[in-house]
């Protein structure tokens, strides 16, 4: 039950981190933007456990996927590069 709540609660992460850090390099799409925010829910829950914020099985909460999902968008703007509209 746990990785589903967190594929959840990344979900919900991923729509609010796009509001926080819009840009226009950024992705666009929903669901690209709902699947960063899972993956930045299962960073904050793996990395909260490694720095024993949480306990062995015990997710992130919201504020803890939020900011995961705002550490994967800035990386994956940093990776993307600035595109420019010619």
């Given at each position: ?14 729509v ?20 960063l ?50």
């Amino acid at each position: 039950m746990g990785i589903i709540w967190t594929i959840i609660i990344g979900f919900v992460a991923g729509v609010i981190a796009k509001f926080i850090m819009p840009g226009d390099n950024e992705p666009t799409g929903f669901i690209l933007t709902a699947v960063l925010g899972i993956v930045g829910a299962f960073v904050a829950t793996y990395l909260g456990q490694g720095l024993g914020w949480y306990r062995p099985g015990e997710g992130a909460g919201l504020i803890g996927a939020v900011v995961g999902a705002v550490i994967v968008l800035f990386v994956y703007s940093f990776f993307t590069g600035r595109r420019r509209a010619v």
